[in-house]
């Protein structure tokens, strides 16, 4: 019997990068967030976080080149409705805080990766080949942090996690009854990565207690994944907006060339 120890072959490793091709994208993204919260853990100026905003502007225009056009509109109608939704979580309700008490600059771009990752797990071959299954291994997952939160995590951390598993039934009927299960699916695993390398790093920290409702919380929340239907639903309500007003422009311009031309024809001195 041939006990040798069978050493990775050239042809071995093409055939390994052949498969992961696919999923570079969605790698380049899980691989730039923690490198993102571990050079902003390690800075001491705002100028520098400003930065690392900018370089993550950069990092997700360049990305989102790869998706298609409808999809880099609701990429960047994200970034915006997302910065709204940060400014009210953060600075007004106050349900986590940052290192500097502020919206780092790279949390909206950020935001919108998040998004453009969720957008391309529909035509992943994974996702294709396995379908729901896929999304019933990450709602699997889901459940078990939440049940987690309120049972083995408190011991650790000493923190109820009351405010992930409230999450946990809106994640599941997204992920089960939802066109878009694939996108929420992904979406789960990089805000998970986010939110546990974040809270690790000290990027920022959710407060034990939720203000106004008064509802305990784990560092990080197991399943505040389930957030993001709030997010994808105002993206794409905005977008039909911006359709109906487009839509409404010719109308508009059509309606102003006539008043023109009758404002013209009334001042315009007959022969």
Excluded at 6 to 16: E, F, G, I, K, N
Excluded at 193 to 213: K, R
Excluded at 225 to 235: E, F, H, L, N, R
Aim: net charge positive; proline share 7%.
């Amino acid at each position: 019997m041939n006990s040798r120890p069978r050493y990775l072959t050239p042809y071995d490793s093409v055939a390994v990068l052949s498969r992961l091709k696919p999923y570079w994208l969605q790698i380049y993204l899980l691989t730039y967030t923690p490198l993102l919260l571990l050079a902003d853990s390690k800075i001491t100026a705002l100028w520098q976080q400003w930065l690392l905003g900018l370089l993550t502007f950069a990092a997700l225009y360049l990305a989102a080149l790869k998706a298609p056009k409808e999809q880099r509109v609701q990429i960047w109608t994200c970034v915006v409705v997302a910065t709204g939704f940060e400014i009210f979580g953060s600075l007004i309700w106050g349900l986590y805080i940052y290192r500097l008490h502020n919206v780092p600059l790279f949390v909206p771009p950020g935001h919108g990766a998040v998004y453009l990752f969720g957008l391309l797990a529909a035509g992943t071959p994974l996702v294709k080949r396995h379908g729901k299954r896929v999304a019933h291994v990450v709602l699997a997952g889901a459940t078990l942090w939440a049940v987690a939160g309120l049972t083995i995590l408190p011991v650790v951390t000493g923190r109820v996690d009351l405010q992930g598993a409230m999450c946990l039934p809106i994640f599941a009927y997204f992920v089960l009854r939802s066109p878009r299960w694939a996108l929420f699916s992904a979406i789960f695993i990089a805000t998970g990565e986010l939110e546990i390398v974040g809270t690790t790093l000290g990027n920022w920290a959710w407060v034990p207690v939720a203000p106004w409702t008064h509802i305990p919380s784990g560092n990080p929340p197991s399943v505040i994944a389930g957030g993001y239907y709030v997010i994808d639903a105002s993206v794409l309500l905005a977008m039909r907006g911006m359709a109906a007003l487009r839509a409404q422009v010719p109308a508009y311009r059509v309606g102003l060339k006539t008043i023109r031309a009758s404002i013209t024809s009334t001042i315009t001195p007959r022969a």
